[in-house]
Every structure is written in structure tokens, then in C-alpha cells.
């Protein structure tokens, strides 16, 4: 869970492929573990890993994603069981661009 915000115990969590720190998606902590102890060396993921836009939010993280042209979400992992919003957030984007049938299974040839 992330001690620095709201985000919801358990949830809305990656890992940071090139850190290997557990980020949350809500307010981009970082930290080696979900501890309180490892919050206390925690960061904000930006500050180790520039590649990761500064963000207030994980609306804003979408945003900057999505209509920056430079801002490109860098390589994170899922961390099971934990869901991550970013992974609902491009199922859901991919489902809007969808046609019609397809969304009800019914794919024409």
C-alpha cells in the first residue's frame, strides 16, 4: 500500500523494470518494498528514474501519456495479485477503439 497517499491499500502498484522499485501509480512513490521502514529511503520515482514523468496523480499520469509526444510510460511490471490501474486503463482504451461487434464478440470477416 502507499503510506505517502490516498491509493487504496494493496492496490495501484508496479515495478519499475529499471529500478527495481515498487511505484505507486497515484502519486509515484518508490520504494524496495511496502514497508513502512522502506518508505522512510523511498523517492519519487522521477528523481531515480527520469524516464517517468512527474506527476500529481494518476489522471495526470494518463494525461501526460497520452497527449505528451515525448512522455512515453517506461518498462514496469505488474505485481500479482495487486492490479494496476495503468493495465484497466489500456484495456479500456483498446476496447473504446473497437468496433461495435467486436466488443460483443462478434467479429466480422
Not at 495526470?60 to 517506461?74: E, M, N
Request: with cysteine; aromatic share 8%; charged share 25%.
Amino acid at each position: 500500500m502507499c503510506i505517502r497517499c490516498k491509493a487504496h491499500p494493496r492496490r495501484y502498484l508496479v515495478k519499475d523494470e529499471l529500478t527495481g522499485l515498487i511505484v505507486c501509480e497515484e502519486c509515484g512513490f518508490a520504494s524496495q518494498a511496502l514497508t513502512e521502514t522502506a518508505y522512510e529511503s523511498g523517492t519519487y520515482i522521477w528523481e531515480v528514474n527520469p524516464a517517468w514523468p512527474a506527476f500529481s496523480s494518476f489522471e495526470d499520469l494518463i494525461r501526460k501519456i497520452l497527449i505528451g509526444d515525448d512522455v512515453l510510460l517506461p518498462p514496469c511490471s505488474l505485481m500479482t495479485p495487486i492490479p494496476s490501474r495503468i493495465l484497466t486503463r489500456i484495456f479500456d482504451l483498446l476496447n473504446e477503439r473497437l468496433a461495435p461487434d467486436a466488443r460483443n464478440g462478434r467479429i466480422l470477416h
